[in-house]
């Protein structure tokens, strides 16, 4: 089912857009994407996503940011247009809103360590601490062996090397107050 997006077609009668939006929730209920309603094909959404990844690569954020919004607003099923999304904010310094796009990645592909990864870095560039050693500690559990994994670790090592420095500085500091 598709909608005809025709700029000359006369305006429908109230019965007419009943029947649309009918069709219209009925698709969506079964998981048609809008993509689908409006009769854009796999292929033509690749090829957006290519164009929006070039970007990506370009350092053309802006532009990039625009091509997977529109991505996911034509098929929001598809885990590489909302990790792309997130990748985007998240070089934006858009931490927060990226952390969503991350979410939702990892919701629709919860075999794929990325998006947890991505989290992390995000919370960490956040000043959350916690909150990123978790995303790490989850990731290098999954990832054993293969470069995420190993990255989470190297994370996870330099996170436990602050707390301990930090650590040492407080016992420090403390030493010094009461010793005056």
Avoid: W
């Amino acid at each position: 089912m598709t909608i005809d997006n025709d700029p000359n077609r006369s305006p429908e009668s109230p019965a007419e857009d009943q029947d649309i939006t009918r069709l219209i929730l009925e698709g969506l209920r079964e998981g048609a994407t809008v993509a689908d309603l409006k009769g854009v094909s796999r292929d033509t959404l690749e090829g957006v996503y290519a164009i929006a990844h070039r970007y990506y690569e370009n350092g053309q954020l802006d532009e990039a940011e625009a091509f997977f919004r529109f991505l996911c607003l034509y098929d929001f099923y598809n885990a590489d247009y909302a990790l792309g999304m997130g990748a985007v904010l998240h070089l934006k310094r858009e931490y927060d809103k990226a952390i969503g796009m991350y979410a939702v990645a990892q919701a629709l592909n919860l075999s794929d360590d990325r998006p947890m990864f991505h989290v992390g870095q995000c919370h960490l560039a956040l000043g959350r601490s916690r909150k990123a050693r978790e995303c790490f500690e989850a990731v290098a559990a999954r990832a054993v062996g293969n470069d995420l994994g190993t990255r989470s670790a190297a994370y996870l090592k330099v996170l436990k090397e602050t707390v301990d420095a930090a650590d040492g500085a407080d016992t420090n500091a403390t030493e010094d107050v009461s010793d005056g």
